[in-house]
């Protein structure tokens, strides 16, 4: 019969074992998760010259830290196999050793010195302000960003300002500046491609350098927990060749094109006057008796602001960025463009054959459902009624068809 | 046997039975009856232990009861943390359900007490030497003990300075307290040059004086602050649509001029020596006459003024209906500006003006603008995606 003893080691044993094994599976898996191909979020891949500068430093700093590591770890090892207690007597205590400790004082002192003066040239260099090509705001809020060019002589030109959502549209090889701020909470801007993150906080102006080199997509993500759907906050920058840039500036800046009467889309258009413009500016949009229909999110949203959703479908994400408006096989075809490419085929916008209408359908249908938001009537004490996030508007599938109709119209 | 002590108790259990039986027959009344219970069953309770312990009576035969037994130690010195602490527990229950703060209190004086008596508990049981159990108490205890003290009594003397300040009139509280200010050197200056003064003398003034800044503040909080005049601020100049006075009003002259928050200006609006009124926003090189703001977004904007006269910068965001200051109702047939404005700034000067505009310029009948009074002819237009 096993004592008390003995078995409580054999537990232990397993027990250890098991976590060890546990522990060793989430460690490969998390270092695995790092081999991913078409992980479009990458650090290591920087796609112009403020994330080169980032790359250009962490990676001696890397190597640095990574032989102090291995020499500390080994030194550790070695005392610790070396003397390890084998009955030995205890050997003769001494105290204090100057060479030995200004040695040991003096090498990491010079190591961080080694670190500090790259690394604050990399910081002054990612600050400079004074070789902007363009300007842009963007803006944070719960979940989403808002994108506005704001009139200046920089970006080849803008002389009526732009504003769109969850897609920042920047000419390629050009140094744009972004100044940004926060419309309720602190949220972190983040392109790991093109450049570090940068908190955005309310009532404080924060700028970052951003530069592409080539045309393509650059996904990002909010990198400050921010709320219930942080992780639903998303945002992509597109590059652009300077042609393409104007083009898309001059789509921008187009008059709004009501839809032609007797249609669907201009039922939906209705539907949008009724239900939709109290939060969603869509510059231009007249109601039957001429009179502009201006949005009103600061009566309804705690951020008081709400996605304009003119020329909504020259993007192709919607919802803060979260989901596409392209079709799994339309968004590839984005995605996959090569630079020469793509400018082409991203300014065709979403067309009805693309048109993801499956999620655009199911976010009309119940919002707060497919992301989650602080839309419930009966909780919204703190913020005096006002929601955060989109709220559930009942809208009938007739309605939503309508809709998606007119949205399909501003592009 | 039962010793005389317990048949004390006993008896004195089995009368408070016999009363609260009698009691709840004759007069019927659930309150006394229950009272009476009560106390027959602690004085059963203490009956009981009594006899336990034989009413702690040693024995005249037992020579070592007289040098080992617990009543033969010296008695540990009274504590006060017991009360303390019941003191704290009465004042969480209270603040519970009345204010946070009384129960803060209570909370800080029950774990005060906690700690202290258990601190005390265990310095009397450290040896047999009373002595060297207090002092390893205090080497213990005093530690934390003295700067949480001083903390407290500066805490109660800027609090009493404080009231008596906001209760003394606007030139009696300089003078006041310059008095006590040189009274306070005086002593400093008997004290350094009398060494011979006693320490107790010292203390005792000390004491005095402190007692009656404790007073006076008690009495200055009771009697309440001074009447304070309200200065206007630019707000209400902004409400009462007065912004484009280009004269000194009480704003200028009272309110603070304090520029804050310089390094989160979105941009700069500059009046030259001119006369020319120029914007230039974060990041965009050289000067403009339009300035684009995020809309629903706190904006800092700072006005410089490099003219030689004292001028203010007003942002126009259209007009609203006048309001009915004692109904509040709106006043249909009047209008009033709608403004932000800054103090006037002194030639040279700079000042912020930190707003939010919630609504597109889209939506704007007349556009937003920048405007100085006096200035004729002169606007930045504020663009409002």
Known sequence: ?411 | MIPTGSRLLFGATVLATIAAVAYGISVGGSLGTVGLISAAIALAILAGINAYVRDSDVSSMDSTALTDSPAARPAPPASNWPMVGALGAMLVVVGAVTYPVVFAFGLIALLAATVEWMIAAWSERASADRGFNTGIRQRFANPAEFPVLAALVAAIIVYSFSRIMLFLSKTGGPVAFGLVAALVLAAGFVVAFRPQVRNATVSAVAGIAVLGLVAGGVAAALAGEREMHPHDTTSDLAADGECDNAEETEVDEHASQTVGAKANIQGEIILHEDGTLVARSLGIGGSSDTMTVVSSNTTNVRFRNDTDEERRLVLNLGERNAVDEETGDTIADEVVPVQRCTQLVADGGSQLLTFSIARSSAAAETPYTFTVPGVDGQAVEVVVP
């Open chain 1, 1 to 411: 019969m096993r004592t008390l003893g003995t078995v409580a080691r054999v537990w232990f044993d397993r027990v250890t074992r098991r976590s060890l094994a546990v522990t060793g599976l989430v460690g490969a898996a998390a270092v695995l998760a790092g081999c991913a191909k078409d992980a479009p979020q990458d650090t290591w891949q920087p796609a112009g010259d403020n994330s080169r500068d980032i790359q250009n430093l962490q990676w001696p700093v890397f190597a640095i830290a990574g032989v102090v590591l291995v020499i500390v770890v080994a030194a550790v090892g070695w005392c610790v196999f070396r003397y390890r207690d084998t009955g030995q007597a205890i050997p003769e205590q001494t105290h204090g050793r100057p060479a030995l400790e200004i040695g040991l004082t003096v090498l990491p002192a010079l190591i961080l010195i080694g670190v500090a003066v790259p690394t604050v040239g990399t910081i002054m260099a990612l600050s400079q302000t004074d070789d902007t090509e363009c300007v842009v705001n963007i803006t944070g809020q719960q979940w989403w960003w808002e994108i506005d060019y704001p009139v200046q002589d920089g970006c080849g030109g803008i002389d009526q300002p732009i504003v769109t959502a969850g897609q920042l549209v920047i000419p390629e090889d050009t140094n744009v500046l972004m100044r940004g701020t926060s419309r309720d909470v602190i949220h972190s801007f983040w392109v790991p491609r093109i450049n570090g993150k940068r908190d955005v906080v309310p009532g404080r102006v924060q700028t970052l350098r951003l530069e592409a080199d080539d045309p393509g997509i650059y996904a990002g993500q909010c990198a400050e927990f921010c709320g219930l759907s942080h992780a639903n906050m998303r945002m992509e920058i597109m590059a652009l060749s300077p042609a393409d840039f104007e083009t898309w500036k001059a789509n921008q800046t187009a008059p709004y094109e009501p839809p032609e009467d007797g249609t669907q889309a201009a039922d939906g258009e209705a539907v949008f006057i009724q239900q939709c413009v109290r939060c969603h500016q869509v510059d231009g949009l007249v109601d039957d008796n001429g009179v502009p229909q201006i949005a009103h999110p600061e009566d309804q949203v705690y951020s008081g602001a709400a996605p304009n959703l003119s020329h909504l479908m020259s993007r192709n994400t919607f919802a803060g960025a979260s989901w596409d408006l392209l079709t799994p096989t339309c968004r590839e075809n984005v995605w996959e463009a090569s630079p020469d490419a793509f400018g082409e085929r991203y300014l065709t916008g979403v067309t009805e054959d693309c048109l993801n209408s499956v999620d655009l359908r199911e976010w009309l249908r119940n919002a707060p459902e497919k992301k989650p938001m602080y839309a419930d009537q009966e909780q919204l004490g703190p913020t005096d009624g006002l929601y955060r996030g989109m709220p559930y508007l009942a809208l009938s599938e007739d309605q939503i068809d309508d809709v998606i109709a007119y949205l399909l119209e501003l592009d």
